[in-house]
């Protein structure tokens, strides 16, 4: 199986109204329970835009430096993804279609190079 992001950023996405968030809200929930269903979803979260940047972090002299607030520099937020794990490009591409026409707004899909970490919650830090 193969590791895929399927993404799309908050600037992609015109305004709606409170009922058609709504609606793509209950569309969205209903392909992320097949997803789980089928046993394809890693993780799933939505909702980000600027307004949920709570800061920056670039090296500088061997040393982190934290910023309030989103990159300033930044012109397009994360608004939204889904990590899946399927066996090809061709079931990731199945699953960011049924995401795009459900939403109606463009998706991007990554391909992980290599199986990634999970955090395992039973383990206490």
């Known amino acids: 199986m193969?590791?895929?992001?399927?993404s799309f950023?908050?600037?992609?996405?015109g305004e709606h109204t409170e009922d058609q968030s709504a609606a793509k809200g209950v569309a969205a929930r209903a392909i992320v329970r097949?997803?789980?269903?089928?046993g394809v979803l890693i993780f799933t979260n939505g909702g980000?835009?600027?307004d949920t940047a709570i800061f920056s972090v670039v090296a500088e002299d061997g040393k982190p430096v934290f910023t309030d607030?989103?990159?300033?520099e930044t012109k397009e937020h994360l608004g939204g993804f889904c990590a899946i794990d399927v066996p090809d490009?061709?079931?990731a591409r199945y699953w960011a279609g049924r995401l795009a026409v459900a939403l109606?707004?463009?998706q991007e899909v990554h391909r992980?190079?290599?199986r990634g970490m999970a955090h395992d919650p039973a383990e206490k830090a």
């Open 2 to 6: 193969t590791e895929y992001l399927i």
């Open 9 to 13: 950023n908050d600037e992609w996405v």
């Open 34 to 38: 097949e997803m789980q269903e089928q």
């Open 48 to 50: 980000l835009d600027a």
């Open 69 to 72: 607030g989103p990159f300033v």
């Open 89 to 91: 490009d061709e079931t």
């Open 104 to 106: 109606e707004w463009p």
């Open 112 to 114: 992980f190079r290599g």
